[in-house]
């Protein structure tokens, strides 16, 4: 059913709210102050989401989709390429500064910012990960779906992705495939299999490293190694198999900057890394205390600790356990800190981490998130334990997507 909508403010999510019937309408596809036609999707007894299928009264900020997968029931990987770069930062600015109102009670009046590196928004993408269909053609998934849109390219993918020529071979028997390209010029593809069976891998180029993801942190290499080298200012790094790492080339620096700045870590100070993945803000902080400071980093993943040792090797005062943080602290001994950084996954800390931090002590706790809803809840259960948000940057490291990374200091004299 088709519904005529005058469209209201930007959503967390891709959406912009509209109104009908009394319901709110989450609409994709749609940009503050449209009127459109839009087909519903999904009706709760809430709200209904819809798709703008036609648009009547456009937005000045509006521009034609870059990629012809974009759109309405396609692909559901970008949510913003039908509007402008800097309109897509102003929403995500809308975005993070209502998070934190609403959630937190915090005003923000930053913005986001750009990450160097994809100066149209097309080409960052340095790992993609492809959903295959039961005839061995990649896609990726349609929006709220398991459906998957077969495409031959994507236009948000780095050069090298693409480069590879994955969406062109059959990958017959495998769920998905992980292609990645590192800054050093490193390639990777990571398949993983339908239970099982075996996937016939196609002809890859030999310089294409090749491996299996069995489970478990385990995997088999087909050719080449199962790691890649990423390089941050003057130090390599080793992320093995689909490890963790930011998506976007210019993105681990970027952050890093604005989390050293924001930590401003001293010689001699005790320091935590938490979610610590390979090691990246570690060597920061590291590097800042010197071998009369301390740093100890936690990560669940076991493979991404024994990176991480490996990366910092020649940094003795780092110091790296697996565990999850949530006992790591008491399980370890831990009970206080100079300072803190934490990057936990989408979703966030919650209330007993966010306890557990405050008890340290810690003068600066930075917190990098990839979602400003549950970051903007967490903060307010630090302002709760006597700590407040002293600054907060975003950076727009998912262009043509919803997606904001933010790095937030909060300072205080904690109880």
């Not at 709210?17 to 319901?23: K, L, N």
């Not at 935590?272 to 800042?288: H, K, P, T």
Request: hydrophobic residues 45%; aromatic residues 6%; negative net charge.
């Amino acid at each position: 059913m088709a519904i005529e909508l005058t469209v209201g403010s930007v959503a967390h999510g891709g959406w912009c709210v509209a109104r009908h019937d009394g319901r709110v309408v989450f609409v994709r596809h749609a940009l503050p102050g449209e009127r459109v036609l839009a087909e519903i999707t999904e009706e709760t007894t809430r709200f209904l989401r819809a798709d703008a299928v036609e648009i009547l009264d456009p937005s000045p900020d509006r521009v034609t989709p870059p990629c012809p997968f974009a759109g309405p029931g396609r692909c559901g990987g970008c949510d913003w390429q039908h509007a402008s770069l800097d309109a897509q930062r102003l929403l995500k600015t809308a975005v993070v500064a209502e998070q934190l109102g609403r959630l937190a009670g915090i005003e923000w009046k930053g913005v986001v910012e750009e990450v160097p590196g994809a100066p149209d928004g097309l080409g960052w993408r340095t790992r993609v990960q492809f959903a295959v269909d039961r005839d061995g053609v990649l896609g990726l998934r349609r929006h709220r779906s398991h459906d998957i849109e077969p495409i031959d390219a994507c236009l948000i993918a780095h050069p090298e992705v693409e480069n590879v020529g994955a969406e062109v071979m059959n990958w017959r028997n495998a769920s998905s495939v992980e292609v990645i390209a590192s800054n050093t010029g490193d390639q990777a593809v990571v398949i993983a299999p339908r239970p099982r069976r075996t996937v016939a891998v196609p002809d890859i180029d030999a310089s294409v490293a090749v491996f299996v993801d069995e489970g478990g942190g385990r995997s088999r290499v087909v050719h080449g190694r199962n790691h890649l080298v990423e390089r941050v200012g003057e130090r390599d790094f080793q992320v093995t198999g689909s490890g963790f790492w930011q998506v976007h080339p210019g993105a681990a620096e970027t952050l890093l900057g604005a989390v050293m700045e924001f930590a401003a870590p001293r010689p001699g100070e005790w320091a935590l890394d938490l979610y610590c993945g390979v090691g990246l803000f570690a060597a920061g902080l590291a590097e800042a205390v010197g071998p009369e400071g301390a740093v100890f980093g936690v990560e669940s993943e076991s493979v991404a600790v024994r990176d991480a040792e490996r990366n910092l090797r020649d940094l003795p005062q780092a110091r790296f356990a697996r565990g999850r943080v949530e006992n790591a602290l008491d399980r370890f001994g831990i009970e206080r800190a100079d300072l803190v950084v934490v990057d936990p996954p989408r979703a966030g800390l919650g209330r007993e981490v966010v306890e557990q931090l405050a008890a340290l002590g810690a003068t600066r706790i930075v917190y990098v998130s990839c979602d400003p809803a549950t970051m903007a809840r967490d903060l307010a259960w630090f302002g709760d334990r006597s700590y407040r948000l002293a600054d907060l940057r975003a950076f727009d490291a998912f262009p043509m997507t919803h997606h904001v990374e933010c790095v937030a200091l909060l300072v205080g004299d904690p109880t």
